[in-house]
């Protein structure tokens, strides 16, 4: 079992470009998480989901949008990259409400 | 007041001691609650639930006080690679809610 899996690992992008973060598990959970994490900073939630077709905004949803038309895939887009968007992304996933997340290995993206 | 709060630290402690974290959360409301740890650019990792009566894991004891608000860890014989940051984790209505993280360095 891969667990979550997030691709890329790294990536470098130029302002005003776009991009997607994959993220895809295999542990049938219907429960998925996209939260950044700044230095110093703790994880701050982006967006959520709980199940395939429902989505719903986190604490910093601002310039970033998602999709969940399957259980396993939940990739996150970023439209407009912006140099405040640098940071690392995780996704997570979390068989019921009070179960505890599993994260992915996540992504570290520079917007420059 | 912030809905998780961590000691951010850093801990810095020798081998073999005894360290203690403590995590207070604003949400009375709150149900779960959990530590993790986070070694340097990796991905948050799950150390251990914490129950109401308190749970232990070899060196690692986990305790919630709901009437103060707060849960702790307590990491006895401190080792080497206990060096890391350790998130609480707490969740109310909403999703898990993350603190900031206690760093903690392991001095041999």
């Known amino acids: 079992n891969a667990g979550v899996t997030q691709t890329p690992k790294f990536r470098i992008l130029k302002i005003g470009q776009s991009m997607t973060l994959q993220c895809t598990q295999d542990?049938?959970?219907?429960?998925m998480y996209w939260y950044r994490q700044d230095p110093g900073m703790g994880l701050k939630l982006i967006y959520y989901?709980?199940?395939?077709?429902?989505?719903d905004k986190g604490e910093v949803p601002n310039g970033y949008n998602v999709s969940r038309s399957t259980t396993e895939d939940f990739p996150l887009r970023l439209e407009l990259a912006a140099p405040s968007q640098t940071s690392v992304y995780f996704c997570?996933?979390?068989?019921?409400?009070?179960?505890?997340?599993?994260f992915g290995n996540g992504t570290r993206l520079t917007v420059t | 007041r912030k809905e998780v709060e961590q000691d951010p630290g850093p801990f810095n402690v020798p081998e073999g001691a005894t360290v203690a974290f403590n995590c207070t959360y604003s949400?009375?409301?709150?149900?779960?609650f959990f530590w993790y740890r986070q070694d340097c650019r990796k991905e948050p990792k799950l150390l251990m639930s914490?129950?109401?009566s308190g749970n232990e894991d070899g060196r690692f004891t986990a305790q919630l006080n709901r009437a103060s608000q707060y849960i702790s860890l307590l990491i006895r014989d401190s080792k080497l690679s206990d060096s890391a940051t350790y998130l609480c984790?707490?969740?109310?209505?909403?999703?898990?809610?993350f603190g900031k993280g206690t760093r903690l360095s392991v001095i041999a």
């Open positions: 542990m049938n959970h219907n429960y």
């Open positions: 914490v129950y109401s």
């Open positions: 984790a707490v969740k109310g209505n909403t999703p898990l809610v």
């Open positions: 949400n009375s409301a709150s149900q779960s």
């Open positions: 989901s709980v199940g395939a077709g429902i989505t």
């Open positions: 997570a996933t979390q068989g019921s409400p009070d179960s505890p997340l599993h």
